[in-house]
C-alpha cells in the first residue's frame, strides 16, 4: 500500500502543527518504540496522523500498516477532534481557531448537502444547523469566540494568526487589532502590544460621540427590558409545563445561549 493512494482530509488539518521539539520528541520515540498510535483514515482520507506519517517518511519507516479505517457513517471532524483534544492543551482562543477550521468544513458539507437536494436529517451523525454553533459546540468554545477566530483569519496579518496560535495573544484582543490598517496590525505584534492595543480600541469606542437624541417622548428602555425577560420567562415556562422529552430541551438551552451572545454583543 502505497501513500499515493491516500488524500489528507481537512480534519488532518484541524489542530496547529507541533513545534520543532514536539516533533523531534515525537521522531525519536518512534524510532525507539515504533508506531504505537493508529492514524485514522476516512473514506480512503486520512484525517489523523500527519506528524507521525512524517516522522515515519523521515525515518524510512513504513506507517501503512498502522492505519486504521472508521466507518463511512461517522463524522470525521468529530474523530479528529476525539483523538487530539486530549493530546493538546490549548486555551480557549487557540481552540477558537480550531472552531472557525471546523466551521469551514461544515460550511462546504451543508453546501454540498443543499446542492445534492439531501435535506437535513435529524438523526443523522454528521452535524445539522447553523454550522458556526455547531462548530463552537463540537470544539467547546462559544459561537463569539468562533466569530472571532474568523476575524482574526480573514482580515488579521499572518503574523497577527500566529500569535493568538501560539499562544501570545487571546483571540478577543487579536480581532480587535485585525480591524486596523496592515502596518498597524504589525508594529502591535512587532512591538508585543497587541492586548494593549486592543484596549485603546475598546477605550476609543467608548468615548467616542454618542448619537444626539432625538426630540420627543424616549422609549421606557427599563419597563422594555422587564417585559422582553418575563416573555422569555413565560415562553419557557409554557413549554415545561407540556413536559417535553428531555432531549428536545437542548434546542431551548441553545437559543437561550444565542439570546445571551446576542445581548452581550449588543452591549459591547
Known amino acids: 500500500m502505497s501513500r499515493r493512494k491516500w488524500e489528507f482530509h ?4 484541524l489542530f496547529p502543527p507541533m513545534s520543532d521539539a514536539e516533533f523531534q520528541a515525537l521522531k525519536e520515540d518512534i524510532k525507539q518504540n515504533g508506531v504505537l498510535q493508529d492514524i485514522i483514515a476516512w473514506k ?3 484525517i489523523d496522523g500527519r506528524h507521525r506519517i512524517k516522522a515515519c517518511e523521515e525515518l524510512g519507516i513504513p506507517w501503512d500498516m498502522a492505519i486504521v479505517e472508521i466507518d463511512e457513517d461517522q463524522d470525521p471532524v468529530a474523530v479528529a477532534l476525539s483523538c487530539n483534544m486530549h493530546r493538546r492543551h490549548l486555551s480557549q482562543s487557540q481552540l477558537s481557531l480550531v472552531s472557525d477550521r ?4 461544515y460550511e462546504k458539507q451543508a453546501d454540498a448537502r443543499m446542492k445534492a437536494g439531501i435535506k437535513p436529517d435529524p438523526v443523522a451523525n454528521f452535524p445539522q444547523g447553523k454550522a458556526r454553533d455547531a462548530a463552537g459546540k463540537a470544539v467547546g468554545v462559544s459561537g463569539k469566540l468562533t466569530d472571532a477566530a474568523r476575524t482574526v483569519r480573514e482580515q488579521g496579518i499572518p503574523e497577527l494568526y500566529k500569535a493568538v496560535e501560539s499562544g501570545k ?4 484582543a487579536a480581532a480587535k487589532v485585525a480591524t ?3 502596518e498597524e496590525q504589525k508594529k502591535a505584534v512587532e512591538d508585543g ?3 494593549e492595543k486592543a484596549s ?3 477605550k476609543a469606542a467608548k468615548e467616542s460621540p454618542k448619537p444626539a437624541k ?5 422609549p421606557d428602555y427599563k419597563l422594555a427590558a422587564k417585559v422582553a425577560a418575563d416573555e422569555i420567562i413565560a415562553t419557557v415556562k409554557g413549554f415545561l409545563r407540556i413536559k417535553p422529552p428531555v432531549e428536545h430541551l437542548e434546542q431551548v438551552m441553545e437559543s437561550i445561549d444565542k439570546a445571551s451572545e446576542m445581548v452581550e454583543s449588543f452591549a459591547q
Open 10 to 13: 481537512p480534519a488532518c488539518e
Open 44 to 46: 480512503g482520507q486520512l
Open 102 to 105: 471546523v466551521r469551514d468544513i
Open 169 to 172: 495573544a487571546t483571540v478577543t
Open 180 to 182: 486596523l490598517p496592515k
Open 193 to 195: 502590544k497587541i492586548k
Open 200 to 202: 485603546e480600541i475598546r
Open 214 to 218: 432625538k426630540n420627543g417622548p424616549q
